[in-house]
Nanobody, 122 residues
Framework: QVQFVESGGDWVQPGGSLRLSCAAS????????LGWYRQAPGKERELVAH???????KYADSVKGRFTISRDNDNNVMYLQMARLIPEDTAVYYC????????????????WGQGTRVTVSS
């Protein structure tokens, strides 16, 4: 089973940038569909962006044009480059993945990592 560990969260001023990383264990990483999710205080976890095994990407409308998801299959790492951050991006960000794209789209996983916290404020 692949395990995921998120890192890179920080406090940043509005308009700033951050890059989140998601390190994964296991040899099946390259065949997984992967997703970045976030959970803001008092809200449900939502899918922010996902990338398929063939590197097709899709973004939530709220982050389209500002965030970029990518993957490095040689090193079992996924990234989320975030630019022009706004206070509404404040959340704990999680990554996860599965062979099944439907599981990624629906966020249906048996377990989650601890996430990495992003705070956008002045």
């Amino acid at each position: 089973q692949v395990q995921f560990v998120e890192s890179g969260g920080d406090w940043v001023q509005p308009g700033g940038s951050l890059r989140l990383s998601c390190a994964a264990s296991g040899s099946v990483f390259s065949s997984y569909a992967l997703g970045w999710y976030r959970q803001a205080p008092g809200k449900e976890r939502e899918l922010v962006a996902h990338i398929t095994g063939s590197a097709l990407t899709k973004y939530a409308d709220s982050v389209k044009g500002r965030f970029t998801i990518s993957r490095d299959n040689d090193n079992n790492v996924m990234y989320l480059q975030m630019a022009r951050l706004i206070p509404e991006d404040t959340a704990v960000y999680y990554c996860n993945g599965d062979y099944r794209l439907t599981a990624v789209l629906q966020g249906r996983f048996n377990s989650w990592g601890q996430g990495t916290r992003v705070t956008v404020s002045s």
